[in-house]
């Protein structure tokens, strides 16, 4: 599978952005998607993953209410939907897809930007 991000950008704090991630092929159901984020001179984080049919997310603990993911199967994408940025959201954010839970997150889309301005 392969994945496109799109939707970020430069946001003031406390507003919203929505970022996409498209996927290629017929099997995007089958994969378990999740978002990631980098900050600059960090590593990577988990932002926010989401089940095959929809019906279970998950996320970092202190993303809980101002993040939210979700995924259309039929249109072959997954959402993050952030509100209330700030300034510490800024990382570049990558969607990432998992057939298998035991192999992990092995397909990964190229990052889109994120930065919040205080």
């Known amino acids: 599978v392969q994945l496109q991000a799109s939707g970020g950008g430069l946001v003031q704090a406390g507003g919203s952005l929505r970022l996409s991630c498209a996927a290629s092929g017929r099997t995007f159901s089958s994969y378990v998607m999740g978002w990631f984020r980098q900050a600059p001179g960090k590593e990577r984080e988990f932002v926010a993953g989401i089940s095959r049919n929809g019906d279970s997310t998950s996320y970092l603990d202190s993303l809980l209410g101002r993040f939210t993911i979700a995924r259309v199967n039929a249109k072959n994408t997954v959402y993050l939907q952030m509100n209330s940025l700030k300034p510490e959201d800024t990382a570049v954010y990558y969607c990432?897809?998992?057939?298998?839970?035991?192999?992990?997150?092995?397909?990964w889309g190229q990052g889109t930007l994120v930065t919040v301005s205080s």
């Open positions: 990432a897809a998992s057939a298998e839970v035991k192999k992990g997150y092995a397909y």
